[in-house]
């Protein structure tokens, strides 16, 4: 056998090079790398000689660079995914909460964490924290249970087998996920005699799992009998890049869709048969269409909280789910008829299985009812002296947006707004993070999804909240002319929290920075603060003057950020569902036990 001597680290880089997608580029796109004592010695070196095969770009925060990776990733559809590498402590930790998020997406990130010394010499080494009564765990151990595949590798040969098992589990669709590879400090250094065959290249193909006859056949039983059915159609839409297949499926059966946060642009937004958003952010014409429906079709989806109105929006009695899904855990969830499958073959064989079977979709007045409520709400305002709403933020972005536009977002007021009254043309317009509604998530993620779709448009709509929690990957955005449009939306404070909060009966309390304890009112300065960091950065006065911003960003040759000062106190009434969030039983306020009273008899509708 030909081998090679090689560091870990180095046949680590040299392995993750050779590695490629269906497409014929490489699977991992680039290393965010920060480096500390754990990770700067040995990977460094590595990273450094595969600079050009395999780039290294440099963030700010550790988390902020795993969610760049993370959008990425999402935004091609989980073909290609990135690597994000820390040193042993604080750096590592701080990934762990971009694991979950990727965890929660079901998306591929590579985490390659440094890890103490497996020889153990400088006993406890810099940032060591000593579990007294077990000499094998490492802060790493946060990662297990965020990681689809978590391994310590305390021997350079250990790689043989962690590293395939790593680019299998990232590359499969049912247990797609991150990735967390935690490489001891020593070992990264230690030179092995590499077989040469292990860093061929090879090529990871996502399969397209083809589903059980007898699966398809119960599910178009039922189906076929249905009167009233409903498609619900999640995120498996996209990463199984099903939209043709979709599409005629749900033409040739007249079967209305309604789109969850994941799922949203698997139709454009104007076809006759997409019903909008679903659940608790969802649209009037989406949920009486589920209230109604006598058999639902979930497809990719994860019957997430927030799409079922917390099990209370199917309220049918008799009614029947059914969840194809490449997942088994979700396809088999709340007594769903399971469709083992890829969204993509899987509605092909539905639609075999159906024949020439149509259904009656609902009235288009449905849908014209929830427009002119949404477009009454997004109208740029006619009263200019008072403080723009955020749902007319989202109006004037909608005005300026082009067809190549991605508005992206994750926490906040904006998801439950965007989701509801964002008209989404071209599928992956619309990135959202909703799984793990990671604050923070957002100007990492807008610069991961224009590392992944350079020619689009990308806006990052955050509150300043999220802002306040993560911002420094602006900075990086402006030094790698990474040019992404950042909206702003200051309502001083966390707007959507305070209104859940009112909404349970109780005070104004330690959402909004006047509500919170102080001295000195808040006066940050957004526009002074994203300008220090090199990005150009303006304030909008109104929403005129937020359009013609817009406009101007587009010429922008680096990251372009607009700040507006919104009201923090209205939503959009109009759609939306009930959501289970539990109100004390107990208080001595009468607007909590008035709320509780409410809340008990919503218990009463769940399904
Ligand atoms: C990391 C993280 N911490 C806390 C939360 C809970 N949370 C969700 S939205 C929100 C407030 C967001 O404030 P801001 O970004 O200003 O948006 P606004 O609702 O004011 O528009 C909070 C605290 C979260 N989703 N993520
Ligand atoms: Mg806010």
């Known amino acids: 056998m030909k081998t090679i001597r090689l560091t870990a680290a180095q046949a680590a880089t040299r392995y993750i090079a050779a590695q490629m997608n269906e497409d014929g580029v490489s ?35 550790e988390q902020s660079m795993a969610h760049a990776a993370i959008a990425y990733s999402k935004q091609l559809g989980r073909r290609r995914a990135m690597a994000v590498t820390s040193s042993i402590g604080p750096g590592a930790t701080n990934m762990v909460t971009a694991a979950a998020v990727a965890h929660v997406n079901r998306l591929p990130v590579l985490f390659l964490p440094g890890d ?8 406890p080494v810099l940032q060591q924290i000593e579990v007294f009564g077990d000499g094998t765990v490492s802060v790493n151990d946060c990662f297990r249970p965020v990681s689809r595949y978590f391994d310590r590798i305390t021997r350079p040969e250990q790689l043989l087998t962690a590293l395939p098992r790593a680019f299998r589990v990232m590359s499969d669709p049912a247990d797609c ?4 590879l935690a490489l001891c400090q020593d070992v990264q250094a230690e030179a092995y005699d590499w077989p040469e065959s292990f860093f061929e290249p090879k090529v990871w193909r996502m399969r397209r799992i083809q589903p059980d006859p007898v699966e398809v056949e119960q599910a178009a039983r039922i189906i076929a009998a249905a009167k009233t059915p409903v498609i619900v159609a999640g995120g498996g839409v996209h ?42 952010t969802g649209s009037s014409a989406a949920n009486i269409r589920c209230a109604e429906a006598d058999v639902i079709i979930g497809i990719g989806t994860r019957f997430q909280d927030f799409t079922t109105g917390s099990w209370s929006l199917f309220s049918k009695p008799g009614r029947q789910l059914i969840s194809l899904n490449v997942n088994a855990y979700d396809a088999a969830k709340h ?62 972005l909608q005005r300026a947006a082009r067809e190549n536009t991605v508005v992206m977002c994750a926490a906040g007021t904006m998801p439950g707004e965007l989701h509801k009254l964002w008209k989404a043309g071209r599928p992956m317009s619309y990135h959202m993070e909703y799984g793990y509604s990671c604050m923070g998530y957002e100007i990492a993620g807008g610069i991961g999804i224009k590392m992944a779709e350079p020619d689009r448009d990308v806006v990052v709509m955050l509150g300043d909240g999220s802002y306040m929690m993560m911002n420094s990957e602006l900075a990086t955005a402006v030094m790698m002319g990474i040019k992404i449009t950042v909206v702003i939306t200051d309502n001083r404070g ?37 300008a220090s960091m090199g990005a150009h950065a303006e ?69």
């Open 27 to 61: 699977f991992i796109a680039g290393v965010w790398a920060i480096f500390g004592h754990g990770n700067v010695a040995a990977l460094g070196e590595a990273l450094y000689a595969v600079r050009e095969k395999l780039p290294t770009f440099r963030g700010h925060n």
């Open 116 to 123: 103490v010394f497996a020889n153990r010499a400088p006993d």
């Open 177 to 180: 996920g991150p990735v967390t």
């Open 239 to 280: 990463y199984a890049h099903a939209y043709e297949a979709f599409q005629f499926f749900v033409e040739a059966h007249q079967i209305p869709v309604v789109e969850t946060q994941a799922g949203k642009s698997s139709l454009p937004w104007d076809h006759p048969l997409n019903f909008g958003p679903v659940g608790v």
């Open 335 to 396: 007594g769903a008829v399971p469709v083992l499958s890829d969204a993509c073959v899987g509605v092909e064989a539905l639609w075999r299985a159906l024949g020439d079977k149509r259904f009656e979709p609902p009235p288009a007045s449905l849908k014209e009812e929830w427009f002119a409520a949404a477009d009454a709400v997004t109208a740029a305002p006619k009263d200019t002296n008072a403080l723009p709403t955020d749902m007319q933020v989202i109006g004037a």
């Open 494 to 530: 966390f707007g959507c929290i305070n209104r859940l909060q009112m909404s349970t009966g109780q005070a104004e309390f330690n959402n909004l920075l006047d509500h919170a304890r102080h001295v000195n009112p808040s006066r940050i300065d957004f526009v002074a603060h994203a």
């Open 539 to 607: 304030k909008a006065g109104s929403i005129a003057e937020l359009e013609a911003a817009l406009e101007r960003a587009r010429h922008a040759d680096g990251p372009f950020v607009v700040v507006i000062d919104t009201d923090p106190y209205p939503s959009t009434e109009a759609g939306g569902h009930w959501w289970d969030v539990a109100v004390p039983e107990v208080s001595d306020r009468e607007e909590v036990r008035k709320a509780r009273e409410k809340y008990e008899a919503a218990l009463m509708g769940r399904n």
